[in-house]
């Protein structure tokens, strides 16, 4: 047991450091334009309005479309990723609380 454990180490040393390498690109293709509900073009644009800079650490997020012009303005948390924002986006519009 004694002969197994450095061994056992070095491997674990080294899928950390491939482990590591990996995460980055995943990161870089997160993205950042996304598909209309209703016309489908991938136009949307998520625009946070952060001119209310209170201690509530609330603020309000625009979606627009820029091809068929729907938009939407939805009240959301600083902390929340764009994202986040569009998955409720498509919600509302989904359930029919977002015209235009
Ligand atoms: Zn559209």
């Known amino acids: 047991m004694a002969?197994?454990?450095p061994h056992?180490?070095?491997?674990?040393?080294?899928?950390g450091r491939r482990h590591r390498r990996l995460i980055r690109p995943i990161r870089k293709?997160?993205?950042?334009?996304?598909?209309?509900?209703?016309c489908g073009v991938p136009s949307i644009r998520i625009s946070n309005n952060d001119?209310?800079?209170?201690?509530?650490?609330s603020t309000s997020t625009t979606v627009v479309c820029g091809s068929c012009g729907l938009n939407h303005?939805?009240?959301?948390?600083?902390?929340q990723e764009?994202?986040?924002?569009y998955n409720h986006f498509v919600d509302e519009y989904m359930a029919g609380k977002i015209g235009a």
């Open 73 to 79: 303005e939805a009240p959301t948390s600083l902390k």
């Open 3 to 5: 002969l197994i454990s």
């Open 8 to 15: 056992a180490t070095n491997s674990l040393i080294d899928m």
């Open 29 to 38: 293709t997160l993205p950042k334009v996304f598909s209309c509900p209703r």
């Open 82 to 85: 764009p994202v986040d924002v």
């Open 51 to 57: 001119n209310t800079k209170s201690e509530t650490e």
